[in-house]
């Protein structure tokens, strides 16, 4: 497939096995192809009636998937990743289609997505509670049990996966789900659906409704709905923490950053630019975790700036699509200007752009109404510049000298963010001292941005709370039930 040549024709939400026009609406969106401009689908966004359909079908699902055991569930979420693996290039090409993320980073965000899948199967089957002796040969015991029909709210930068991290573990805890991705982004997800149900899920088991704040209102305040899990920015995580404290509904915020990445005099010069690199233009830049504030302690300053200012000059923009592009276009338009708005602003208060931070018309005539612009490195920055302390979402990284490791530190922890931050270092101690104050869900010593599936992700301070990936995911999507056994007489007090 080539850029500009896709459309979607089928319909976009999914329930109870397969793909349904809604019930009922609440408007029309258009989703694009950032690459080009161009529409590509156009969807109702579900409205009341349509939600609680879907509500319907994920409940009947949940009946019988919650009586099958670790292993049998285990099985399904194994034939998914299978089938998603197999499926890899075709499901990344949407997805490049749909966000306008390269190809190749496409492709290693499938790759993240089915070993999620597989990652929760081998939990799946050990998923146990524990036995406690009581006196007199009583006992108790706890049954992990998953809660119920949950609801998974996505953001666009990551659609198939973030839809997979949700997803994954909570069908392997017994859960149901129903997926609202975002409007800009409504098309892998589908791809998810009709995979599960391929390996055998039950039909309802994973649902997707399409549509923007009305519609994921009525998932957060949908009485039969008992846990929302959001990826998204601060104001609406804070406004579903809201809608679903009405109904006392446990969420997971995966929210927004502005993080640190701090560079030692001692590094490995080669691996800290590249760190940097990863740190700031992944998918445009457009990444919730990047390391956007890039302090660089200030012997080597100027060497580091140089090295990196070369290397982000040399990424390769243009045709998501094609194999050497490193850098697609933004989203969308508004999402461009923003993004640019943000230069314009940090030039005013006294940033320097070192390079790019203007927009980008590819040579290729197709591509000529796309969202493009060149990766920028600002330099000369302070504190309180708004460049320095608001989340931009695209690729423009700022960076700023410091002197010694106490100060750097304060001035890392002084945001109300706490997502991610990363150390680069030689020096061993330094790198678990710096680590242990960082106020932040998610340290990298030494590298940046990479996302093993085995390792828990997320937040802390406004960036959210609650945890994708790892072990500990399971607590997220299960509750535990007390059972107490008494094997004498009932001593009344009575
Ligand atoms: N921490 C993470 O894991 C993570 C990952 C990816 C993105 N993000 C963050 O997401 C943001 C960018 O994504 P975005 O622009 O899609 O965010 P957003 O908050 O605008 O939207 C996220 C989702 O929430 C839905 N939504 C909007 N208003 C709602 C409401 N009132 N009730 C229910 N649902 C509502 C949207 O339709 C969309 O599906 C950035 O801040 C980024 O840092 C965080
Ligand atoms: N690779 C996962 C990044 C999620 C945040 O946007």
Not at 224 to 244: C, H, Q, R
Not at 442 to 469: A, D, H, I, Q, T
Request: with cysteine.
């Amino acid at each position: 497939m080539s850029t500009g040549s896709f459309t979607v024709s089928q319909a976009l939400n999914y329930r109870g096995g397969k793909r349904v026009q809604p019930a009922d609406g609440s408007g029309t969106e258009e989703a694009y192809e950032p690459a080009t401009g161009r529409v590509i689908a156009t969807f109702q966004c579900s409205g009341e009636k349509e939600v609680d359909l879907a509500v319907q079908s994920a409940k009947a699902a949940f009946k019988i998937w919650r009586k099958k055991s670790g292993m049998e569930r285990s099985r399904i979420l194994l034939e998914a990743a299978r089938i998603i693996r197999e499926r890899r290039d075709e499901i990344a090409t949407v997805e490049t289609i749909n966000n306008g993320k390269s190809i190749f980073e496409a492709q290693l965000d499938i790759d993240i997505s089915w070993q999620c899948l597989e990652y929760y199967a081998g939990l799946a089957g050990s998923m146990a509670g524990e036995h406690v002796q009581l006196p007199g040969g009583s006992f108790g015991y706890t049954i992990r049990e998953p809660l119920g029909v949950c609801v998974g709210i996505g953001a666009w930068n990551y659609p198939f996966q973030i839809a997979s991290w949700k997803s994954a573990p909570a069908l392997a805890c017994g859960n149901a789900m129903i997926f609202k991705p975002s409007p800009f982004t409504p098309v892998s997800v589908l791809l998810l659906a009709e995979i599960y149900t391929e390996a055998g899920a039950p039909p309802g088991l994973f649902n997707v409704v399409q549509g923007g704040a009305a519609t994921g209102q009525f998932l957060c305040q949908h009485r039969d709905v008992a846990k929302v899990s959001f990826t998204g920015s601060v104001p609406t995580g804070k406004k579903i923490m809201e809608l679903s404290s009405q109904g006392i509904k446990p969420v997971t915020l995966e929210l927004g950053g502005k993080s640190p990445l701090i560079i030692f005099s001692d590094c490995d010069m080669e691996n800290a630019v590249k760190g940097a690199m990863m740190a700031n233009f992944l998918t445009q830049g457009e990444v919730c975790c990047n390391g956007t504030r890039v302090f660089v302690q200030r012997e080597i300053l100027d060497k580091f700036t140089e090295e990196v200012v070369k290397q982000t000059q040399k990424i390769k923009i243009g045709d998501p699509l094609l194999e050497d592009t490193r850098m697609g276009p933004l989203i969308n338009r508004p999402h461009l200007q923003r993004v640019l708005g943000f230069i314009e602003q940090a030039k005013k208060q006294g940033a320097k752009v070192l390079c790019g931070g203007d927009l980008y018309v590819p040579g290729d005539p197709k591509l000529k109404d796309g969202y493009y612009m060149k990766p920028c490195v600002l330099g000369n920055c302070k504190d309180d510049m708004t460049c320095v302390k608001e989340e931009i979402f695209g690729p423009v990284m700022s960076v700023l000298p410091f002197d010694t490791e106490a100060e750097v530190l304060e001035r890392a922890n002084d945001t109300t963010f706490g997502l991610a931050a990363g150390v680069f270092t030689r020096d061993i101690q330094r790198a678990h001292r710096v680590v242990a104050e960082l106020q932040a869900g998610v340290c990298y010593v030494n590298n940046y941005n990479v996302s093993p599936v085995e390792l828990p992700f997320g937040g802390y301070k406004m960036s959210g709370f609650g945890r994708e990936n790892g072990r500990v995911t399971i607590e997220y999507y299960s509750q535990l039930k007390t059972v107490c056994v008494e094997m004498g007489d009932v001593e009344s007090v009575f």
